[in-house]
């Protein structure tokens, strides 16, 4: 379990959505975003156990800006590489950890800020897709305090067929949404 938390760890962070108008709070306390996660694994991940590296990346916001009230942020981003013993079974297990988010303002990719949150995920399987739900709290940085919720979907052949193939699976690749606290009703 615990060397499925590497993998999970990195792969939970990406998102956006629609603009919103500038607020008065600059650290902000909501936020939306749509986006895309890829994951990649070195070697392949089978149903037995090895020594896999894992890249992950998140991107929220880079098709459209997403929908806060904090200032200075219109996309975010995290890319991450990590080594641990892993396999195919364990990808569904609920994990703990921390992560965090680099948030980049709408004129550069400068990092304006960054949100590091704890976090409790777990996958689930469908015939069609498979899904990764994340919730968790922001402890520190862009909106501290705030509730996190994020849902990573990739197509189950994407686990499923590559996971039994001789290579295994090698790449991961899906869609994310992203929800930082509460948005305000309109």
């Known amino acids: 379990m615990r060397r499925l938390s590497v993998i999970i760890a990195m792969l939970m962070a990406s998102s956006g959505a629609v603009v919103a108008p500038a607020a008065a709070d600059e650290d902000g306390t909501y936020l939306h975003c749509t986006g895309t996660a890829d994951g990649t694994y070195d070697p392949g991940l089978t149903f037995e156990d090895q020594n896999v590296t894992t890249t992950t990346s998140y991107r929220y916001g880079y098709t459209v800006p997403c929908n806060t009230d904090a200032s200075h942020i219109s996309r975010g981003s995290r890319t991450a590489t990590g080594t641990a ?82 290579g295994g699976l090698t790449e991961m690749h899906g869609s994310t949404v992203l929800t930082i606290g509460d948005a305000p009703e309109l």
């Open 85 to 166: 013993i892993n396999n195919c079974a364990d990808l569904l297990a609920t994990v703990t950890g921390t992560s965090y988010i680099n948030w980049h303002n709408s004129e550069d990719e400068e990092i304006d800020s960054t949100s590091t949150f704890t976090f409790t995920s777990r996958g689930s399987q469908t015939p069609t897709a498979t899904t990764f739900i994340l919730d968790g709290t922001v402890i520190s940085g862009r909106f501290t305090g705030q509730p996190i919720h994020r849902v990573f979907t990739v197509l189950a052949t994407d686990i499923t067929g590559s996971c039994a193939s001789p």
